[in-house]
């Protein structure tokens, strides 16, 4: 398993490298305006996957083992359909998407759901290799498509990211799709009313739970878009997406650890998995913190305009909430893969909660750094509550939580014997 975890922050290393890459060149060349513009949209069709998720998302994981992929997949197909053509006109109404992007927005949200499905019917069978490359060769087709309009059409418009956004999701549909189909059997549809019943049901409670937690994320951008403007929006954007790169280790670990909770179904083994990943993703989290730091700090005069100067204050205010957050991160796919997601949920809504008052309160008064203000405030109060409840279900303590020399050997040797397996492997597969 630790194989998969590594390979997997191997991955998110090279996704946030290339996301960092396009970040740098869209505040240069499309400014903080257009940058803002680009995030509104991203976090339209997030909005709309979010919905599409109740059926085509986490579900799929804890139910494959125990149902046929037919039964999942056609729901899937139809959800999908549904959820972007209701998510877009819902949003289109409450003027929650950039003027005159809807039908992109339409599209791109069909696209991404349906390859979104397929990524969850690999992880479900913990196919992590696969679904490692797709992701690289899905940021490449961004980044590589977004770079030939920006500088050789010379397109120096939103349009450019928006054409590259349907190379990367259409890239990976595509492949998904190739992987998926050969396990699409023919099967007796009988009994496939009752799986969309499980379905909803599980995925309700599990969804609900990360759309609140996705409203934490990204509510402060409605309060700086509404209170400050467009522009400052872009600037806070690019503080968040630099801030939320530390987790690429605890959501490497966290996508790893829910697949193999599920499929293994042990409450005791769950329980000791996640203690020892949550000790290991809390000191990675804070080496990565440090490190985005050292480097965003000294060479930010060479890596930004001047207009994104304020970024500092971004990432200051955020740096302890996103420290703690990346605790509830792996503590997360726990109650997930053990059937009890309804504390993710109301962790999520309990930060939800203070990021609506916080952040209606702050941001007027205390501009970007208010934003971050309460975004750590959430990220706090909502960890603090999956710990508690942590503690609780298994009779774990807080010394518990401290990292063991015996954890710490087991955790090298397994980096020690990944490193000797990729040094001595030539070839790499889809499995």
Not at 130 to 156: D, E, K, P, S
Not at 184 to 202: C, I, S
Not at 234 to 263: A, D, F, P
Request: with cysteine.
């Amino acid at each position: 398993m630790f194989g998969r975890i590594f390979g997997t922050i191997t991955t998110r290393i090279v996704t946030a490298a290339i996301t960092l890459l396009i970040v740098l060149v869209n505040s240069w060349v499309l400014g903080a305006e257009k940058v803002g513009t680009i995030a509104l949209i991203l976090l339209a069709v997030t909005l709309i996957q979010l919905v599409n998720n109740f059926v085509a998302g986490g579900a799929i994981v804890y139910l494959l083992p125990r149902t046929r992929l037919i039964q999942l997949f056609l729901p899937c197909c139809i959800w999908a359909l549904l959820t972007s053509a209701v998510g877009t006109l819902a949003l289109d109404t409450f003027h929650m998407i950039p003027a005159g992007y809807s039908w992109h927005v339409l599209a791109l949200s069909v696209i991404y759901s349906m390859a979104s499905a397929n990524f969850q019917i690999l992880l479900g069978q913990e196919k992590i290799r696969a679904f490692n490359i797709i992701t690289v060769l899905q940021m490449l087709a961004l980044v590589l498509t977004l770079f030939f309009l920006l500088f050789v059409v010379r397109l120096r418009e939103v349009m450019a990211y928006v054409y590259g956004l349907y190379a990367s999701y259409g890239l990976a549909f595509l492949v998904t799709m190739i992987l998926v189909i050969p396990s699409l059997k023919p099967a007796d549809l009988k009994g496939t009313r009752q799986v969309v019943r499980e379905v909803f049901r599980y995925g309700s409670v599990m969804q609900t739970g990360n759309i609140l937690q996705f409203l934490n994320y990204r509510l402060g951008f409605y309060f700086i878009d509404f209170f400050m403007g467009r522009a400052p929006l872009g600037i806070y954007n690019v503080g968040v997406q630099l801030s939320e790169s530390i987790w690429l280790v605890s959501r490497s670990i966290s996508m790893v650890q829910y697949t193999r909770i599920s499929n293994e179904k042990s409450r005791e083994y769950a329980a000791r998995l996640t203690l020892t990943l949550v000790k290991i993703a809390f000191l990675l989290s804070l080496a990565s913190l440090v490190a985005v730091f050292a480097v965003i700090f000294l060479f930010f005069p060479l890596i930004f305009k001047p207009e994104f100067r304020p970024i500092h204050i971004v990432m200051v205010s955020l740096a302890l909430g996103i420290l703690v957050f990346s605790v509830s991160i792996v503590l997360s796919p726990y109650f997930s893969g053990l059937g009890m997601p309804k504390h993710n949920t109301i962790s999520a809504g309990i930060g939800l909660a203070f990021t609506a008052v916080s952040g209606w309160l702050l941001v007027p008064r205390m501009g970007l750094i208010g934003g971050g203000i309460a975004a750590s405030l959430s990220y706090l109060v909502s960890t603090l509550y999956q710990v508690i409840v942590f503690m609780k279900d298994t009779g774990y303590g807080i010394r518990d939580f401290g990292l063991k020399k015996h954890e710490i050997a087991a955790a090298v040797k397994e980096v020690r014997g990944f490193i000797s397996l990729k040094h001595n492997t030539s070839t790499i597969q889809l499995h």
